[in-house]
């Protein structure tokens, strides 16, 4: 099925551990976000892409890297968890174009991480 | 500062009863994007409605309804016979072209019960 792909579903990191959230689309939308959701704080931002090779800075980057090798793929890494970084993590796309008309963000069903 | 406010953090309400979500935004853009989301207990997130800044006409979808009204900057959602199944976290998001590319900068979210 079409949409966005986010794995793993679920994971415990031990703090200092390093590790990589996956998320896969195959819409082929330029642009791609990862967002947190901590308990009563909504959605932030943390990085975004606009295309393949750009990246940028949202609300909350620290602690965080990404990187835009293709269309299809955006990878959030953590280098060393953090117990601040549990969270609920959400990735979603949508096309970059046509802000004047319909479009929408399509978001994967996010990735559950607790660090102990 | 807070660019969505949902003031609302929790309601409860009795089955068939109407229930009103409020949203305030604030933004300096002319062109701007309002997105309605639903996220149920088992943690996805649900698109609702998106509006665009030059449309100010209230929209109805069955039960829920919608109300966009720029003087207050506001953008209303309102659920008509409320069901238990509408119980759910629903988040008010802004989308703007000078934030990270039309990002959604969503509000925290107001947590809806619907008892039987």
């Known amino acids: 099925n079409a949409g966005v792909t986010q794995t793993p579903k679920f994971q415990v990191l031990k703090t200092g551990q390093s590790m990589t959230l996956q998320c896969a689309q195959d819409m082929n939308h330029e642009y791609m976000s990862w967002y947190r959701q901590d308990p009563g704080m909504g959605l932030r931002l943390i990085h975004y892409s606009v295309g393949a090779g750009i990246t940028d800075q949202g609300e909350v980057p620290n602690g965080y890297n990404v990187s835009r090798s293709t269309t299809e793929d955006f990878p959030l890494r953590l280098l060393s968890a953090a117990p601040s970084q549990t969270s609920v993590y959400f990735c979603?796309?949508?096309?970059?174009?046509?802000?004047?008309?319909?479009?929408?963000?399509?978001f994967g069903s996010g990735t559950r991480l607790t660090v102990v | 500062a807070q660019k969505v406010t949902q003031a609302q953090t929790e309601i409860s309400v009795v089955e068939k009863e109407d229930v009103t979500l409020d949203c305030v935004y604030e933004?300096?853009?002319?062109?701007?994007?309002l997105f309605w989301y639903k996220q149920p207990p088992s943690g996805e997130l649900v698109f609702l409605i998106r509006?665009?800044?030059?449309?100010?006409q209230n929209e109805i979808s069955g039960r829920y309804s919608w109300n966009f009204q720029k003087s207050t900057s506001s953008f209303n959602f309102t659920i008509t016979a409320s069901q238990v199944v509408d119980s759910a976290v629903y988040f008010c998001?802004?989308?703007?072209?000078?934030?990270?590319?039309?990002?959604?900068?969503f509000g925290k979210g107001t947590s809806l019960l619907v008892t039987p």
């Open positions: 509006r665009n800044s030059f449309d100010e």
């Open positions: 979603a796309s949508r096309p970059l174009g046509g802000a004047q008309t319909n479009y929408g963000y399509t």
């Open positions: 933004t300096r853009d002319t062109t701007y994007y």
């Open positions: 998001a802004l989308s703007e072209n000078s934030n990270s590319g039309y990002a959604l900068n």
